[in-house]
């Protein structure tokens, strides 16, 4: 779809109305969703200054997701806002010339005129958008209406692919919609925690405290089960710890249900009531003997019959997982093996119950909501149902058609029409790719070859910014005002706080301002976030994710929410828990059992690659450390990556503690320091992915890592690659 440019229309830029004595936000690092609270300093009472450093940050105490916790990341993140920011639009015509700053008449100027040139040449599924879970939910509704409803394509798709559209895909095929069903209170209630597939204590440390507060008070009460093929900080509060070996949890899942059966915490009947599938899931699970699931997993029989006894014992299981789960090529097969166990045994919909996915990032959930990923549209709708895509073509004010019903390309399917020369545009947006995807040299190699590749970020000197050639200074957090929700469905109004840095803007804002300059002037006559936020919620009305009765003033007034919050709903009424009836959102009322035999893994080790490496984070830093690197605090208690390796493996690789390593994949190699730790299990080695190759000790673990993904979910399998490890010889 092509329109005249018309004339901009509203320019939204953040215009401080006074003085601010505090300020109250979500923390914009983890899916936990931490309350914060913000004062100015005594020094620095001008609190509209841009200045960072005059800050100080606190839980708030009043933000029932948090009750006033905090870890190190949000302790810190006032030292992160104002170092090494952008604050200008940046061009260059090659990407071996340097950049120069332009203004933004003409960085619109540029985009209009090269999408319109797209749009007539290529049309407009040669343009594609990759967005982020660091996006406000604002920002990620405006930009899929500019790219979905305005440019219509399906080409948008978030970094979120790469941390739980798995969990997206099992819950829709089990449940019959996305929605985590549980909330944080659930920690306090549950018998039994299993924790399989996330190092909560380092990924999501304030939950992970709050559970281990728990199991200090009440230890008989609460059992903790982890399942994890490395010993972590997590593990260690475990009652029992199954270091699996990677790629064998479905084996595992499966093991589970097949004890459950034998030991009659099943009833059929009960089952049948509210969930179809029942007879072929028994069939699978009856070929899942415990010695052939052990024998796979590489774990006594007496941890899986002691696992499956403390869940048929239990009055409430509750399971958490992420990336260790989503990040594998079975991991919708994964999430519904985790799913299929809560629904025969009836451990979900109730308190201290339930299958609940810990999201990555602080916003992934808002992401979900507003349509951020390829086949979504807002309120949690699809783009594969003609009904969603007329309801949303209605609201947006476009004619029936605009949004196109063709499937639009996941981000590694970006990459890979990149590298046939397909694509014209690919404008990223809050993220660091070139980081962040699996086969950096192939991603790299592919990104080169497209004609145009924008990047809206906060931060200049990223990895992606390398291989940009216009540069879009964006305000972030603090600097602009909107809504996130964290795991627990909850809503946080982040205020903004502060000037943003020279000409920076709202993401939603740059999209905006591009839609009108396309010609949709009406579509795009946004003045403020909360009329972006007020249309959303508008649209979710009567779906499960309904935010209809929500605004930035309730949020404002009585603080965050959990939805679904329909209109007319008190301030403290959205519902904790979804699906507490045993009816689900499916055409029969029923959940479904997934029945799905193990794959193991994609690329299992073998004589030439024979360990397994996987990869991970440490507890101060946050994804590729465009922020953390500059936190001296962070950078004190992480100052290097480090190879952890089994004292076995190390030994056969002939490797002392502090030598250099170099571990190599199909896809390339890399050298890095080793640690010697039984924390892992022989076979294994683990790496941390922060370090991108512009980090001083540059040590690019996901550039080892094989792109092939989950079927259904298209999340690649990060957590699994064969390497081999060898001594590194020092040159000279
Ligand atoms: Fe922020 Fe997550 Fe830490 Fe909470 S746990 S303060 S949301 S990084």
Redesign the pocket.
Known sequence: MSAPTEPLAVAVVFEPSSVLSSARAQ?P??G???GLELKPAAAALDATAYSADSWTVRGDRLHPS?LGQ??V??ATVAETLDRNRLSTPLWREQRDQPFEAISWERAFTILVERIQVIQAERGSGAIAMYGSGQFLTEDYYVANKLIKGALGTNNFDANSRLCMSSAVSGYKLSLGSDGPPCCYDDLDLAGTVLLIGTNTADC???LFQRLLKRKRHQKEALQIIVVDPRATATSAAADLHLAIRPGTDLVLLHGVGHLLLQLGAVDPERVAACADGFAELAALWAGWTPERVCALCGIEEEALRRLAALWAASSGVLSLWSMGVNQSVEGTATVAGIINLHLVTGQIGKPGAGPFSLTGQ?NAMGGREAGGLAALLPGYRSIHEASHRAAIEQHWGFPPGAISARDGLSVWEQIEAMERGELGLWWVAATNPLVSLPSLDRVRQAVAQCPLVVLSEAYAGTETEAMAHLVLPAAQWSEKEGVMTNSERRVTLSHAFRQAPGEARPDWAIFAELGRRLGFSKQFAYGSAAEVYAEFASITAGRLCDHSGLSHALLAEHGPQQWPFPAGTAAGGGQPRLHTEGVYPTANGKARLLAQQPLGLAEPPDDGFPLVLTVGRYLGHWHTMTRTAHVERVCRSHPEPLLEIHPADASCCNLDEGALARVSSRRGELTVKVQITDRIRPGTVFLPMHWGAAQEQACEANRLMHALGCPISKQPELKAAAVRVERAEIAG
Request: some cysteine; charged content about 5%.
């Open positions: 923390c690092y983890c936990v969703g931490c948090s905090v870890c990341k949000g999501h440390p304030v602080p």
